[in-house]
Structure formats: C-alpha cells, structure tokens
C-alpha cells in the first residue's frame, strides 16, 4: 500500500465531488469497475460513467448540494496491490444549512502501474432514499434525465 497516493488521490477526489467536477472524478476509476449499493450492483466503463457525468452534476446540483468533504478515512491493504478505503463523507445542501449530511462508501483501489484507481465501490446507505427523507427532492426533468 502506498499511503501517500492513496492520501493525494482521495484529497483530489474530494476537491472533485465538492465542486461536483463529476468528470474529473472519472480520472480516478479503472476503465471498467463495479459500482454496488443496497439496491444493487452495477459494472460499468469509465467511458460511460464519463457520458453521464453532466446529468449526475445536474442532479447533486438540483437537489442543492454545495459541498462535501472527507470526515474521515481509514485504509486496509488487501494485497500488495489492492486496498480498501473506507471512506466516512460529509455533504451539505442548501436545505440542511451547516448540518452535514454524513454517510460512508469504502472503495477498492488497485495500486498497480501507476495511479491508483477504483476498481469497485460500495455505498453503504440507499442515497435515494436518504434524500428523499431529508426533502431533497430534484425536479422532474432532471431525474428523467439522469435515468436516461
């Protein structure tokens, strides 16, 4: 495990979610990796996540978030080349004010030939569901959008 790629990859991440910078976040990914939830799992390419990323900024911007950062993180080496990260983030909206909508997702990353990269991730919590209970709710068009 080299912590100190790992550190630097994940300080990029965060500055990229925050700013909902979705295609940026494309560079961190494997070109094909697993996304997984309560609801289910889902293998896709880097090349699709990055077709999507305009509609998935549109939504986080919908349903008014303004911000995330890393709370806190803790690293697990797998192999010597592959760790889990599991991440515990912190999310504001423009509805919840300074309260921080905090939730966990842990990552696997592969550590080899070069950058590190996710290869799977795992949301812990059902982030529709959870949205939905705070009231953040998107407008019509763009759910359907993000859905196509």
Same mark, same amino acid.
């Given at each position: 495990?080299?912590?100190?790629?790992?550190?630097?990859?994940?300080? #990029?991440?965060?500055? %990229?979610?925050?700013?909902?910078? =979705?295609?940026?976040?494309? #560079?961190?990914f %494997?070109?094909?990796?697993?996304?997984?939830?309560?609801?289910?799992?889902?293998?896709?390419?880097?090349?699709?996540? =990055?077709?999507?990323? +305009?509609?998935a %900024?549109?939504?986080?911007?919908?349903?008014?978030?303004?911000?995330?950062?890393?709370?806190?993180?803790?690293? =697990?080496?797998?192999?010597?080349?592959?760790?889990m990260?599991?991440?515990?983030? +912190?999310?504001?909206?423009?509805?919840?004010?300074?309260?921080?909508? #905090?939730?966990?997702?842990?990552?696997?990353?592969?550590?080899?030939?070069?950058?590190?990269?996710? =290869?799977?991730?795992?949301?812990?919590?059902?982030?529709? %569901?959870?949205?939905? #209970?705070? +009231?953040?709710?998107?407008?019509?068009?763009?759910?359907?959008?993000?859905?196509?």
């Amino acid at each position: 495990m080299d912590k100190v790629k790992l550190e630097k990859m994940f300080t #990029e991440y965060e500055k %990229a979610f925050s700013t909902l910078d =979705i295609r940026k976040n494309a #560079e961190f990914f %494997a070109d094909t990796f697993i996304s997984a939830g309560p609801k289910g799992t889902i293998a896709q390419s880097k090349e699709d996540f =990055i077709k999507k990323a +305009g509609q998935a %900024a549109e939504f986080y911007k919908s349903v008014g978030q303004t911000s995330a950062k890393i709370i806190s993180k803790n690293f =697990i080496p797998i192999s010597d080349h592959y760790t889990m990260a599991t991440v515990h983030w +912190g999310v504001m909206f423009q509805k919840t004010g300074d309260e921080l909508v #905090e939730f966990d997702v842990s990552y696997f990353v592969q550590e080899t030939g070069g950058d590190p990269k996710i =290869i799977l991730f795992i949301a812990h919590q059902d982030e529709e %569901a959870a949205m939905k #209970e705070l +009231g953040l709710n998107a407008p019509a068009e763009t759910i359907r959008s993000t859905n196509n």
